[in-house]
């Protein structure tokens, strides 16, 4: 019997641990993203993040840090948006990260290339915060960060995803869910300053 469930359980971690592929997003909302978990991230931490040059990241090297997430785009009415974030950005660089992630999830409002978006972003705004990858933020398949961000279950607080461009995310210097700000509530506002404890 002791061999069999020995047996049993060699067979059950084989079938579990079978690499994961590249999945391939053909909508319009994104350009290719890695799957590179299978299971949700116990912590906004571990979640794998690609930047807009298309290096592998995570949030940990922001941990003793309040970040700011933003679903950003370049043709809509909050885009000027950018201009304020990057003042946030460069005056409380101390306190804040301030992170970009491009999306066409409402009303084709970013369909530009990666490189596009940091280039459209640098020559109209001077934006020198983080930009990541170009991807889904809402419904099925939303990137697994505006995943975690839009599940209670996985932080703790929050069920709200974007409903459109400019949405803010705020997370505690450990990692935590603060809160949720909807595209109106503007990045200097006395709000988001406060929350920040500015």
Same mark, same amino acid.
């Given at each position: ?20 592929? @590249? ?27 690609? @930047? ?21 785009? !370049? ?9 304020? %974030? ?89 990692? @935590? ?5 909807? !595209? ?7 709000? %988001? ?6």
């Amino acid at each position: 019997m002791q061999k069999f469930l020995t047996y049993l359980s060699c067979s059950v971690l084989l079938a579990c641990s079978s690499p994961g592929g @590249t999945v391939t997003d053909t909508t319009p909302n994104s350009t290719t993203m890695e799957n590179t978990s299978t299971t949700a991230a116990s912590s906004i931490y571990d979640i794998a993040l690609v @930047t807009n040059d298309g290096q592998k990241t995570t949030l940990s090297k922001y941990k003793g840090k309040k970040i700011l997430i933003v679903n950003v785009a !370049s043709e809509c009415g909050y885009t000027p948006q950018y201009e304020d %974030l990057e003042k946030l950005q460069k005056q409380y660089a101390h306190k804040v990260a301030v992170l970009g992630f491009p999306a066409n999830d409402f009303g084709g409002q970013e369909p530009g290339s990666d490189q596009q978006i940091a280039a459209f972003c640098q020559k109209n705004f001077g934006v020198t915060f983080p930009l990541f990858q170009k991807a889904p933020v809402s419904g099925t398949e939303a990137q697994p960060l505006f995943k975690w961000l839009a599940s209670k279950e996985q932080n703790g607080k929050n069920e709200q995803a974007p409903n459109w461009n400019f949405c803010k995310y705020l997370i505690s210097e450990d990692g @935590t869910f603060v809160k949720f700000y909807p !595209s109106k509530v503007a990045p200097l506002s006395d709000e %988001l300053l406060k929350d920040i404890n500015l």
